[in-house]
């Protein structure tokens, strides 16, 4: 079965509010999982990481929370802007990374 | 800002022929990727390489696959009969360090298989 998983396919998001997009995984024993963005014709990119020790971590605009209890991860991205508009993949792993499948972020005027 | 490059953007060619796929990574970067993405789906690792030898590869990565470091910048990934199914986008990438590090990604390359 798949080690990471999103939620929604597709989520829409007024410019200006808050997106939180939501990932799921089976590996109780993951310790390391990666938030990735990918725009149109280009690869992944890096956004944020977190380790299993940790709970929450935040960046500029972002911020990941970590529930090991439930196995879940999200992704927030602050005050959306039409830039972040892209595919959101999260991903888990030390060393090869396994991807799961993405949300599609659109951003409304 | 240092990147990953990958030459072509796009390789068209025939089933059954062989396809290099070439790659440039970040230049103090020691461990290198490569990842395909079939359209529409989700990215897949294919193979991890350091110090000259392949660290790990997934089940994807049969006798057809193949990867090089021919010198000191480039990073090579060959497809020697190549199949309908191998088209896909083929991504590069390439982290200073091993577990725990940020794999950098390069634009990609598009495979189309005729």
Redesign the interface.
């Known amino acids: 079965g798949e080690s990471v998983g999103l939620h929604l396919p597709t989520l829409s998001v007024q410019e200006g509010d808050n997106s939180i997009i939501n990932c799921a995984y089976s590996n109780s024993a993951s310790d390391?999982f990666i938030w990735y963005k990918q725009e149109s014709?280009?690869?992944?990119?890096?956004i944020i990481?977190i380790?299993s020790n940790m709970d929450k971590r935040q960046g500029q605009r972002v911020t990941v929370l970590l529930n090991k209890t439930v196995k879940h991860l999200s992704l927030q991205i602050a005050a959306t802007q039409p830039g972040d508009s892209a595919v959101y993949?999260c991903?888990e792993?030390?060393?090869?990374?396994?991807?799961?499948?993405?949300t599609r972020l659109h951003i409304l005027p | 800002e240092p990147e990953?490059t990958q030459t072509p953007s796009h390789q068209v060619t025939q089933m059954g022929q062989e396809v290099i796929l070439r790659c440039v990574p970040i230049s103090n970067h020691l461990y290198f990727?490569w990842?395909r993405q079939i359209l529409g789906?989700?990215?897949?690792?294919l193979v991890?390489f350091y110090n000259n030898e392949i660290?790990?590869k997934?089940e994807i990565f049969d006798d057809q696959f193949s990867v090089e470091r021919p010198d000191g910048s480039n990073f090579t990934l060959k497809i020697r009969s190549t199949k309908l199914e191998d088209s896909a986008m083929y991504?590069c990438?390439s982290s200073v360090g091993?577990?725990?590090n940020?794999?950098?990604?390069?634009?990609?390359t598009r495979l189309t298989v005729l």
């Open positions: 390391y014709g280009k690869g992944p990119q890096f990481d380790r993949f991903a792993g030390r060393d090869k990374i396994i991807f799961g499948k993405g | 990953v990727y990842y789906q989700k990215v897949e690792f991890s660290s790990e997934s991504f990438a091993g577990s725990y940020e794999q950098f990604f390069g634009p990609g």
